[in-house]
Each structure stands twice: as C-alpha cells, then as structure tokens.
C-alpha cells in the first residue's frame, strides 16, 4: 500500500489541556515495515513536564533506531480501534476509511491517530501530497481551552480560515484556525507540517462538534 505519510510522530502530553510533545518517530517504509526512534529533545522535555516519564510503554530507551518491525506493529496493535464493534461503519466513514485501507493496520493507526482513554499518547502521521488527487484527512483542533471558543455555534460543514505563526515562541510551525477571523485553536503538532511551504490548495471544515462541558472537542475535516 501506498501511505500520504512517511513518518508519525509519536505524541504525549501529560494531561488534556496541556501542549503535545513529540517523543519518538515511526517511519514508514515503502514495503509497509516500521521502525522506530526516540526524540531525545522530546524525551527530555516530557520528564521536565513529568519527572516519571519512561517513554513508551514496551519500547526501552535507545540512541538507534529500533528496526524490529513485527514486534513495533505487534506493539502498536494494541492501540487500534476495534472493528468488530456494531457500529463499524459509522465509525470508519467518521475518519474517511474504508474497508480497504482500514485492513492495514499501519494506515488504520495513522488516521485515527491511536488514542486511548487510559493514556495521553497519540499517532500523528506528518501527510504529504502524493499525488494530483485530492486528499483528507481528520484531526481534533488544539487549545480549546486557551482560546475559550463557543465552539457550540459551528455546525458541521462551516468552512474555517488558518494562517501561520511563524513567531509562535511555543511552535514555529504553529497554524492558528479561526472562523469568521476569530480564532478557535491550533492543527495539533505533527498534523501542522503538512501547512509548512503551503499557502493554497488546503481546505478546513468542521467535521463534528463535541460540546463536552467537562471536555469539548472539535474535529475538522483537511482536504489537500
């Protein structure tokens, strides 16, 4: 298979609400097997973050690349969605799969982006153009907290603005997303470098609002 991905940055935050740090790389061969090295700058920021931080679960720390790809996908398939689950369907047309591409497991880990609820790591895989085609994908926008957006008044389908932020002291990379000029939150740290170089050809829509009192989300739909 063919993956719009060549790397997905393994991603950890030491609680919602919180910014994402990038503690590790999987690459992506052209053959389908992985491997996998850790960031040591990222490593070293998650333990100022939290003291206790280890790493990965299962991935002891090493200055190589870990190239043991049966035992990464053995690994990382415990954080695939479960498609025996009666709404199936419904779950895979929310994150624009279909039967073909969600049989792969390292493409069905990459566009659901792995989370979990008993933890704060996420997969985030860095798209790339590969092709004429128009592409998508979806991802959950960042910082809802820090911009205290109402983000009860979009529906799905609202068409967003994004512009860069090249003198964000947290991210140089940082896409800021807004409506109407207003600014709702960020593209999530792996999710943003595909905006890097790019000033067309990108389109953002609301894909679901999740008006959690306790923990809202919204999931946007990028086309490119």
């Known amino acids: 298979m063919k993956y719009p991905f ?12 919180e ?3 990038s503690i590790g790389h999987i690459t992506v061969a052209g053959n389908g097997n992985i491997s996998f090295l850790y960031d040591k700058e990222g490593l070293q920021e998650a333990k100022r973050k939290s003291p206790e931080f280890s790493g990965y679960p299962g991935i002891p720390f ?5 190239e043991d790809s049966d035992y990464l996908k053995s690994l990382f398939a415990l ?12 779950l895979l047309d929310f994150w624009l799969l279909d039967d073909n591409l969600a049989s792969d497991p390292i493409m069905l880990l990459a566009m659901t982006q792995g989370m979990s609820m008993s933890d704060m790591f996420e997969f985030v895989p860095s798209f790339q153009r590969e092709s004429k085609n128009k592409q998508a994908f ?14 009860s008044a979009l529906k799905s389908g609202d068409r967003l603005q994004f512009e860069k932020q090249p003198d964000n002291i947290k991210d140089p990379f940082a896409i800021i997303v807004l409506y109407d000029g207003n600014p709702i939150g960020w593209i999530k740290r792996g999710h943003n470098y595909l905006f890097k170089g790019r000033k067309n050809g990108i389109k953002l829509t609301v894909h679901k609002v999740v008006n959690n009192a306790v923990y809202p989300k919204l999931y946007v739909k990028v086309v490119y």
Request: hydrophobic share 35%; net charge positive.
């Open 19 to 21: 910014s994402r740090v």
């Open 138 to 151: 979806i991802t959950d926008i960042a910082g809802l907290t820090i911009t205290k957006y109402d983000i």
């Open 62 to 66: 090493s200055e190589s690349p870990i």
């Open 6 to 17: 060549r790397k997905i940055s393994v991603m950890w935050r030491s609680s919602r609400g």
């Open 79 to 90: 954080r695939l969605i479960n498609l025996e689950r009666e709404d199936r369907k419904e």
